[in-house]
């Protein structure tokens, strides 16, 4: 059970922690679409509620495999790589786990804010401008064993919590799924912070990871790593101050992402969306240093925003989209950038970027609310914050309304819904209202099958038995995200 931190100790390290309404804020962020998540055949999908488990194509789920995974990406129909938690108790555990170079990092980062604490300096502001990049419990265990007569002293009857807090390392891991059972393998990476994406290469023999800590109100603490996946081999760090999306080119060549470049204070974030070459001509993980990044365009910065690359060497991702000096912002769309007409340049700059998703198609007080590419690459699911749901054919830019039958004033719209993700080339699945509960839909073609027919209620998103309520699974509420968005 996770021990939330007392007061008294945020403000002793200076820590800015948006505030959780319940104890489930704490722990990875997620959303529906992080929790189901189909092979490549779309025979089985993986599903991250009540702990790992597996359903086939017509809803029949396994017994839990295991209560420690919280995200995963398939490699092929049986091996995953997931992220997983493991539980420790001391900082000598996280030494350990994280090697030397990480440890003397995290150590500098508690010194510090033990120093501009009020333990240290009395008259210290409880919130100073200290910068924090890694979770709080990790920092409290170091202060424990170092300062620990001083926290026992003025903590009082608080001291209780402090002595028995402990805090979850994170592992990148292959595993196999055989039957009803989840084996193990090869773990790839341990970490303080948590992982908030996982992208295999297309060929299978690297895998590109994003941490981020997700405690404290530095939007700009993720960073990209890149790992091999069948040779022992520490993470490479590739990209800091990036969002939380990645794609790989086609090839396995090289990474798209979006990175933050600055802020204005009447604009508010910016960036680029990068694509940065990070294999060699041999197969292996070559030099990723920032002189082989390349901004494709500059962007209203969103850590959320995603980016696909396509077989033809285009580029879909989405962005605000922002007319000067007429107009600042208005709604976000979908774009695409293509090749210059010289195909002897390789280079993605100077790309023309064009609007996949025109006004005509949507009106203009509209904008995506998400979108997802299909595995051939070839079309576009999207859905507007008005609740509809979209097919775009990149071949020619036609877009179809799906007729599924949502509506706005059902509850799900209002929790940043609907929301649909590829099932397999022919098939997507999506959340809709049935009854009384909201149930995980799987379309193929214009046959429908109620995927979570028999699935427990507090499997389902969000959970039923309270609906005017913004709770969520494990993971930030909506009325917190907008929070944090309002404050940033």
Known sequence: MSIKLIPWVRGALGILVLGC???????PQRDWPDDLIWSPDGKHAAVLR???????????LSAQLDDRVYRVAWLDSERVVLARTRTVGTFADVAAAVGRERTRAIVAQAEHAWTHSRFATPDASDFPDVR???????????????????????????????????????????????????????KLSED?????????????????????????????????????????????LVAENTGDFLDWSLDSRAL????????????????????????????QIGQTNESLARCLSYVIFDRSSRAFSLPDGRVVFESMNVELPRELGGPNRLFTLTREPDKRHTSFDRFPVLPFISTDVLDR????????????????????????????????????????????????????????????PDAFTYLKRVGTRNEFILRRGSTETVLSRNWPKEMLWPYPEDPSTTKTVPGRSPSARRASSALR
């Open 21 to 27: 309404c319940s104890s489930a804020c704490v722990g």
């Open 50 to 60: 009540l702990g790992f488990r597996v359903s086939d194509a017509d809803g029949n």
């Open 132 to 186: 924090i990049e890694v979770p709080e419990k990790v920092l409290l265990l170091y202060l424990r064993e170092h300062y620990g007569d001083v926290l026992r002293e003025q903590s009082g009857e608080d001291w209780g919590q402090v002595e028995h807090t402990t805090a979850d390392l994170h592992q990148l891991i292959v595993a196999r799924v055989v039957g009803d059972r989840l084996e193990l393998g090869t």
């Open 192 to 236: 303080v912070l948590p992982i908030k994406a996982i992208r295999p290469a297309p060929d299978r023999r690297s895998v590109a990871f994003v941490t981020r800590n997700e405690e404290t109100w530095f939007d700009d603490t993720a960073r990209i790593h890149l790992v091999p996946i069948d040779v022992l081999a520490q993470p490479r």
């Open 256 to 283: 798209l992402y979006f990175s933050e470049s600055g802020s204005d204070p009447n604009i508010g974030r910016f960036g680029c969306l990068e694509r940065r070459a990070v294999i060699d001509a041999s197969g």
């Open 365 to 424: 007080d509209q904008s995506i609310a998400f979108f997802d590419v299909s595995p051939d690459r070839m079309r576009v699911l999207f859905g507007t914050r008005t609740g509809d749901i979209r097919l775009l054919t990149l071949e020619d830019g036609r877009t179809e309304l799906l007729p599924l039958g949502l509506h706005r004033a059902e509850g799900y719209v209002t929790r940043d819904l609907p929301q649909a993700v590829w099932s397999g």
